[in-house]
T-cell receptor, first 115, second 114 residues
Framework: KAGVTQTPRYLIKTRGQQVTLSCSPISGHRSVSWYQQTPGQGLQFLFEYFSETQRNKGNFPGRFSGRQFSNSRSEMNVSTLELGDSALYLC??????????????FGPGTRLLVL | QQQVKQSPQSLIVQKGGISIINCAYENTAFDYFPWYQQFPGKGPALLIAIRPDVSEKKEGRFTISFNKSAKQFSLHIMDSQPGDSATYFCAASNTQGGSEKLVFGKGTKLTVNP
């Protein structure tokens, strides 16, 4: 079974621009979560989607948004990029059912550099 | 507010030694405690996880010890190998809250010398 895939893997943007990152979960997984990873703050929860509904949201400004499609694929968008948004953005999926329901499987991430 | 505190920040052990990483949590609603391993350029990969109804779980060379009263849990890597050199993250989640949000520790960079 293929793992979580994220595109693009690397991205360079300039301040003020916006960016859209994509995540395809493991086949059959219905829950998708997004995390931001930086050297200073570590791994921080951005938001979580289940069946196209945002189930939880982390403490990030409104510039960060996301959505989930009917096929469970998810996108996150960051508008008006700031230098501090440079980070590795990780997507994780989980089955959300069965004995393994809470286990989150991470993708390789999208490394975003804001200049 | 750091809900999961992880120590040490970095750890160097010799091949064949035991690596021990500790975590403490504050939220008593947490009921799921996974450990993740991350290599440079890769996403975190689940190593082993535990729920509070057991005090220890072992999978191969990896063992989680859990102390519910102290709100602490730890990862032990027996017979550490150079291939175990990576960053390890503990995490916690309240799975009864209708969300699978993970709260992570800051990570421990483990180096196993040959």
């Amino acid at each position: 079974k293929a793992g979580v895939t994220q595109t693009p893997r690397y991205l360079i943007k300039t301040r003020g621009q916006q960016v859209t990152l994509s995540c395809s979960p493991i086949s059959g997984h219905r829950s998708v979560s997004w995390y931001q990873q930086t050297p200073g703050q570590g791994l921080q929860f951005l938001f979580e989607y289940f069946s196209e509904t945002q189930r939880n949201k982390g403490n990030f400004p409104g510039r960060f948004s996301g959505r989930q499609f009917s096929n469970s694929r998810s996108e996150m968008n960051v508008s008006t990029l700031e230098l501090g948004d440079s980070a590795l953005y990780l997507c994780a999926s989980s089955p959300a059912w069965g004995a393994d329901q809470e286990t989150q499987y991470f993708g390789p991430g999208t490394r975003l550099l804001v200049l | 507010q750091q809900q999961v505190k992880q120590s040490p920040q970095s750890l160097i052990v010799q091949k064949g030694g035991i690596s021990i990483i500790n975590c403490a949590y504050e939220n008593t609603a947490f009921d799921y405690f996974p450990w993740y391993q991350q290599f440079p350029g890769k996403g975190p990969a689940l190593l082993i996880a535990i729920r509070p109804d057991v005090s220890e779980k072992k999978e191969g060379r990896f063992t989680i010890s859990f102390n519910k009263s102290a709100k602490q849990f730890s990862l032990h890597i027996m017979d550490s190998q150079p291939g175990d050199s990576a960053t390890y993250f503990c995490a916690a989640s309240n799975t009864q809250g209708g969300s699978e949000k993970l709260v992570f520790g800051k990570g421990t960079k483990l180096t196993v010398n040959p």
